[in-house]
């Protein structure tokens, strides 16, 4: 019989994974993440808050994947649409799974009964490359300045918009990162069908595009 406080939470829900009511699913077009929350209850029946915490981060982890799985269907695509209708492909479904179990820790908090409640994230570059192809260096190579700032952007945020044709890295902000105020800007000359045109040409396939004031 394990010697430890069990609480009356615990005692209700033993070994489980859940969610808070601020843990749903949500795409932050400005970090480039989509994000989910789950909490992973501790098992009362583990011999020490220790061994708990190993089950209850996995449960945890488990619950967040799955209410980023349960997400991935509603976000929007370029050109019109959302990614359910992408899904039917059986590849792409397979790159997206992969995706979601990869998830990245955006946080992790363990408590002192042995549970734990977590934070994780979905790259939005890594699902816009699950539906296209991973972003090919020109001969020059890396040659492209990291980060261009588009100024104008009047498009809504989407995966998989296109910057001056091609397929590029993007976030959605209303103010510029502090990161990048010494990147170069570049305007919007428009914004349609899933694609935007920059009245000067700046960047290429390794550039991480800045995209300021979309709806």
Same mark, same amino acid.
């Given at each position: 019989?394990?010697?430890?406080?069990?609480?009356?939470?615990?005692?209700?829900?033993?070994?489980?994974?859940?969610?808070?009511?601020?843990?749903?699913?949500?795409?932050?077009?400005?970090?480039?993440?989509?994000?989910?929350?789950?909490?992973?209850?501790?098992?009362?029946?583990?011999?020490?808050?220790?061994?708990?915490?190993?089950?209850?981060?996995?449960?945890?982890?488990?619950?967040?994947?799955?209410?980023?799985?349960?997400?991935?269907?509603?976000?929007?695509?370029?050109?019109?649409?959302?990614?359910?209708?992408?899904?039917?492909?059986?590849?792409?479904?397979?790159?997206?799974?992969?995706?979601?179990?990869?998830?990245?820790?955006?946080?992790?908090?363990?408590?002192?009964? =042995?549970?734990?409640?977590?934070?994780?994230?979905?790259?939005?570059?890594?699902?816009?490359?699950?539906?296209?192809?991973?972003?090919?260096?020109?001969?020059? =190579?890396?040659?492209?300045?990291?980060?261009?700032?588009?100024?104008?952007?009047?498009?809504?945020?989407?995966?998989?918009?296109?910057?001056?044709?091609?397929?590029?890295?993007?976030?959605?902000?209303?103010?510029?990162?502090?990161?990048?105020?010494?990147?170069?800007?570049?305007?919007?000359?428009?914004?349609?069908?899933?694609?935007?045109?920059?009245?000067?040409?700046?960047?290429?396939?390794?550039?991480?595009?800045?995209?300021?004031?979309?709806?």
């Amino acid at each position: 019989m394990p010697t430890w406080v069990v609480t009356p939470l615990l005692v209700a829900f033993a070994f489980a994974g859940s969610a808070r009511a601020d843990d749903a699913a949500r795409v932050d077009w400005a970090r480039g993440l989509l994000i989910a929350g789950g909490t992973g209850i501790a098992d009362r029946h583990a011999p020490s808050p220790a061994v708990a915490l190993g089950t209850s981060r996995r449960s945890a982890d488990d619950a967040a994947k799955k209410l980023l799985a349960a997400k991935l269907p509603t976000l929007p695509v370029a050109g019109g649409g959302t990614l359910a209708g992408k899904l039917a492909d059986q590849a792409t479904k397979a790159k997206l799974d992969a995706i979601v179990d990869a998830a990245i820790t955006v946080t992790a908090d363990p408590e002192t009964d =042995g549970s734990w409640h977590v934070t994780l994230g979905v790259p939005l570059e890594a699902i816009r490359q699950a539906l296209a192809d991973p972003r090919a260096l020109p001969p020059k =190579g890396d040659a492209d300045p990291p980060v261009v700032i588009v100024d104008g952007v009047t498009a809504k945020p989407a995966i998989g918009t296109q910057i001056d044709g091609r397929g590029a890295a993007t976030i959605w902000v209303k103010d510029i990162p502090a990161w990048a105020k010494d990147a170069p800007h570049a305007a919007a000359k428009s914004s349609k069908g899933g694609a935007i045109e920059l009245a000067k040409p700046d960047g290429g396939p390794a550039t991480l595009y800045v995209l300021v004031g979309g709806k």
